[in-house]
Nanobody, 124 residues
Framework: QVQLVESGGGLVQAGASLRLSCAASGRAFSSYAMGWFRQAPGKEREFVAGINWTGGSVNYADSVKGRFTISRDNAKNTVYLQMNNLKLEDTAAYYC?????????????????WGQGTQVSVSS
C-alpha cells in the first residue's frame, strides 16, 4: 500500500506561481511512475503531468506545457508540480497518483494509488 499526501494548493491571482508537493509513503517510491491530475467542478478528471521511474522522462498536457514543471526527489519520496503563470482555467482540485511501473500513463485507470487532492484556485 502506498499513501500519497498532496500539499501546496491555495488561492492566487492569475499570473502567480504555486508549487504542489506530493509526499509518498514507503521506501519503494523510486519504483513508481507518478502523475498529476486535476478535476474542476462538473468536469472529468484530466491528466496534467507525469514523470517516469527515474525522472528521465516527463509528459505534459498541452494546456500546461511551458508553464508547469513536474519533478521528483526519490530520496525524499516526493514529487513536485511547479506551476507558473497560472490561469483562470487552471482552477481545479489537483491529485497526485502513482503506478507501479516505470512509464507514465495518461489515463486515470492506469494509476493504482491516489492522494486526497489539494485545491488550486486562480482569480482575476
Amino acid at each position: 500500500q502506498v499513501q500519497l499526501v498532496e500539499s501546496g494548493g491555495g488561492l492566487v491571482q492569475a499570473g502567480a506561481s504555486l508549487r504542489l508537493s506530493c509526499a509518498a509513503s514507503g521506501r519503494a517510491f523510486s519504483s513508481y511512475a507518478m502523475g498529476w491530475f486535476r478535476q474542476a467542478p462538473g468536469k472529468e478528471r484530466e491528466f496534467v503531468a507525469g514523470i517516469n521511474w527515474t525522472g528521465g522522462s516527463v509528459n505534459y498536457a498541452d494546456s500546461v506545457k511551458g508553464r508547469f514543471t513536474i519533478s521528483r526527489d526519490n530520496a525524499k519520496n516526493t514529487v513536485y508540480l511547479q506551476m507558473n503563470n497560472l490561469k483562470l482555467e487552471d482552477t481545479a482540485a489537483y491529485y497526485c497518483a502513482a503506478r507501479p511501473y516505470n512509464g507514465v500513463a495518461l489515463t486515470t485507470e492506469r494509476y493504482r494509488y491516489w492522494g486526497q487532492g489539494t485545491q488550486v484556485s486562480v482569480s482575476s
